[in-house]
């Protein structure tokens, strides 16, 4: 290791220590590389009310961070994708965590979620029509956002899973945007239309993907769109487990299209 980076890994006739190196002993134990959760909410916590919009002071979600952060780390996740919080203050904990202020994982951020007005999203604010929705993306990347994150569809929960909130024109105007310097663009979508919609306008990660369809997955694979697919406890109803497991089985077709997240915070602990 060098600093924090490893920087060659093999048994000990192929990598040599440089002199003065500092040797631990670790074959009585498993190691472990460090694990990457792909789609968590900092501010978030499990046995929040979901149909509350974050009655805390936002001080107060800010330093929820801190504890969670904490526990990935003991945990062993190294990296994490927060893809939206309902501000911008996820750049303010990604910016302790690289300065050394307080103990965490890497943090991919995502700023503030974007939905459509009438649509779905607790981490999210509403923005309609395209021009609107460009400078809500304009202003996550000035706010130092690391992925964009757009609320497409409702929720299982709510019953509105394959409910598609926005036109499929004002999901390219967000893909463009982003795309055009560099980001990548993950949707909130269960299925349906909405899902479909992104997928054909080049979304690059669909989170969730419970309702997604046979014919959805050969739409993944023809645009290399990858689905993030988040397990955790508030799945009680069996449909919406069943679900889960279909979208989930479906997509391991090809080894490139899926990646696992815990959704809440301590799903990644358990």
């Not at 000990?12 to 190196?21: D, K, L, R, Y």
């Not at 509350?52 to 929820?64: G, N």
């Not at 929960?157 to 663009?185: K, M, N, P, S």
Request: hydrophobic share 35%; proline share 6%; with cysteine.
């Amino acid at each position: 290791m060098d600093g924090d980076r490893i920087v060659a890994v093999g048994p000990a006739e192929a990598v040599t220590a440089p002199p003065g190196a500092e040797t631990i002993d670790l074959s009585e134990s498993t190691v472990l590389p460090g694990m990457i959760d792909c789609h968590t909410h900092l501010m978030l916590g499990f046995g929040d009310d979901l149909d509350e919009q974050y009655p805390e002071p936002p001080l107060y979600q800010t330093l929820k961070c801190v504890p969670h952060l904490r526990q990935d780390i003991r945990a062993g996740i190294t990296t994490i994708r927060n893809p939206s919080e309902r501000s911008f203050r996820a750049a303010a904990v990604r910016h302790a965590v690289e300065r050394g202020l307080i103990p965490g994982p890497r943090i991919l951020a995502g700023m503030r979620g974007i939905r459509a007005t009438h649509g779905w999203g607790q981490n999210a604010f509403g923005f309609d029509g395209v021009e609107s929705l460009r400078q809500a993306i304009r202003e996550n990347i000035a706010a130092g956002a690391d992925v964009i994150k757009i609320y497409a569809t409702g929720e299982n929960f709510r019953d509105t899973a394959t409910v598609a909130y926005f036109t499929r024109d004002e999901i390219q105007a967000c893909v463009d945007e982003a795309h055009r310097v560099g980001l990548r663009v993950a949707a909130h979508a269960h299925g349906g239309p909405g899902l479909r919609d992104c997928l054909e306008a080049g979304v690059d990660t669909i989170e969730h993907g419970t309702r997604i369809s046979e014919a959805d997955v050969d739409l993944f694979l023809r645009r290399g769109a990858t689905l993030v697919a988040t397990f955790n406890p508030t799945c009680t109803r069996p449909s919406w487990c069943r679900a889960a497991r279909r979208s989930s089985c479906g997509a391991s077709r090809s080894p490139r299209t899926m990646c696992a997240a815990s959704s809440l915070r301590p799903c990644a602990r358990a």
